[in-house]
């Protein structure tokens, strides 16, 4: 991953999806945010990210469906699912934030994959 790695944020909430690129940057990431898993499969087809963090509970096509179509098209790029249900619900993926969380483990989230 390069000094400055990419993230991409899917949340329909804007304020959760502000929250996550405040914590991304601090972390040491680019940001691109996104509020639908439409949004988000469109702005794939200009960027590569390093990581996407993908709500599982989105408008139109679900965060479940979008991190099956990422993990697809885009096998480099780390998955960290995040929602408010139970973890166990949760497809697989490289890390998970289950909300709330806090920046210091989206840090921890970043650093690990950095690392992998």
């Not at 000094?3 to 804007?14: H, I, K, R």
């Not at 949760?90 to 890390?95: L, R, V, W």
């Given at each position: 991953?390069?000094?400055?790695?990419?993230?991409?944020?899917?949340?329909?909430?804007?304020?959760?999806?502000?929250?996550l690129r405040r914590y991304l940057e601090r972390a040491g990431c680019r940001v691109v945010t996104a509020s639908t898993a439409e949004q988000a499969?469109?702005?794939l087809d200009d960027i590569r990210p390093d990581l996407a963090v993908v709500d599982l509970v989105l408008p139109g096509i679900s965060g479940r469906e979008l991190a099956a179509a990422l993990r697809e098209t885009h096998p480099e790029c780390a998955l960290v699912i995040t929602s408010v249900l139970d973890s166990s619900r949760?497809?697989?993926?490289?890390?998970v934030l289950p909300k709330p969380f806090t920046g210091a483990q989206v840090a921890t989230v970043v650093e690990r994959i950095a690392r992998a």
């Open positions: 991953m390069s000094a400055a790695p990419l993230a991409l944020v899917v949340d329909d909430s804007d304020d959760q999806a502000e929250l499969l469109e702005t949760y497809p697989e993926a490289d890390a």
